[in-house]
């Protein structure tokens, strides 16, 4: 039973996070990701097979948002951080222990 829970509870926060997820890998990262690459990304670390249409939908809506930006490349379009999306995760990361302290005390 605690293994299930702790399965869905994983499976919930990686889906509810997935923007800053993309956000990070992409500040951490030289090169421009794919929706395919962020599919294999979440699948490699999570062990959770997101699907295309809600990948490319978050994609959309971030680019829209101006947090990344899209171009075509050799037959698929490719992300990079925009300067907006930089600060975002800049400060998402800068206000981790905050962050951690919110959950720990959802669950208090």
Known sequence: ???????EMHRRMVKS?????????L???????????VIALIHKKFHILASSGTVYALLYSMERDGLIRG??????????LTEKGEKKIKAILDAKEKILGL???LLI
């Open 27 to 37: 500040r951490e990262q030289d090169s421009p990701m794919s929706g395919y690459d």
């Open 103 to 105: 959950m720990v005390n």
């Open 17 to 25: 996070f997935l923007d800053n997820i993309v956000l990070a890998k």
């Open 71 to 80: 171009v075509w490349s050799q037959r698929k379009r490719v992300y990079t």
């Open 1 to 7: 039973m605690e293994r299930e829970i702790l399965n």
